[in-house]
């Protein structure tokens, strides 16, 4: 089956520093990889995503994502944290011929001003 | 605007009263999914619907029904609710990919959540 594991359900980290949050995947065939963000009472908005060609993926307010199939990861970065990136932020992955899209635990992000 | 509609937002019930949670989108997605959100748990999946008349299984389909008669549309109907369906409910749609269908590739668009307190 197919999975996700974020690592650390609660990340702090101070404004202006980098943004490390981790997403492995389980997976014997190639997958599709997301990041979604979940800000306070509001439903999940896409990120970024992972389908096919580059692996260093850019995605909105300044986040990026690097696909390492030897690493089975799709770690989420942003050099300098920013208060408003507060909020729940979760990895997700899909397969070709599984038409489920499977959610990690999620990882809470705060940011020390 | 593009939109996922959830009704209603919140909602108190008591054990075994029947209960539909609507949902409806604008954007003529073909691929719609319902998810719940629990508190270390993510969100799982429900149930999910490929199009029209096609509705499937998630991981964790136990105690909910859907049902997709028009494109828009796709309620999530609890028969007998019991106290360990108090959550968070997600609505979410997506389109299918054309030759890539029988993959979640495109993004999902999500409704604001509906909050479940089954007492």
């Known amino acids: 089956a197919q999975s996700v594991t974020q690592l650390g359900s609660h990340v702090s980290v101070s404004e202006g520093a980098l943004v490390l949050l981790r997403c492995n995947y389980s997976?014997?065939?190639?997958?599709?990889l997301f990041w979604y963000v979940q800000y306070p009472n509001q439903g999940l908005q896409l990120l970024l995503k992972?389908?096919?060609?580059?692996?260093l993926v850019k995605g909105i307010n300044g986040f990026e994502a690097e696909f390492k199939k030897s690493e089975t990861s799709f770690h989420l970065t942003k050099p300098s944290a920013h208060m408003s990136d507060a909020a729940e932020y979760f990895c997700?992955?899909?397969?070709?011929?599984?038409?489920?899209?499977?959610f990690g635990t999620g990882t809470r992000l705060t940011i020390i001003p | 605007e593009a939109q996922v509609t959830q009704n209603p937002r919140y909602l108190i019930t008591v054990t075994g009263k029947k209960l539909t949670v609507t949902c409806s989108q604008n954007?003529?997605?073909?691929?719609m999914s319902w998810y719940r959100q629990d508190p270390g748990l993510g969100l799982r999946q429900i149930y999910y619907?490929?199009?029209?008349?096609?509705?499937d299984k998630g991981d964790v389909p136990e105690g909910y029904k859907v049902s997709r008669k028009e494109k828009r549309n796709f309620p999530l109907i609890l028969e007998s609710p019991s106290p360990n369906q108090t959550s968070l409910y997600f609505c979410?749609?997506?389109?299918?990919?054309?030759?890539?269908?029988?993959?979640?590739?495109?993004?999902?668009?999500f409704g604001e959540g509906s909050r479940l307190t089954v007492l």
């Open positions: 979410a749609s997506s389109l299918s990919q054309g030759a890539l269908a029988g993959a979640v590739t495109g993004e999902l668009f």
């Open positions: 997976s014997s065939v190639p997958p599709y």
């Open positions: 992972y389908t096919t060609g580059a692996t």
């Open positions: 997700a992955v899909s397969y070709f011929g599984n038409e489920k899209l499977t």
């Open positions: 954007m003529n997605h073909e691929y």
């Open positions: 619907s490929m199009n029209v008349e096609v509705t």
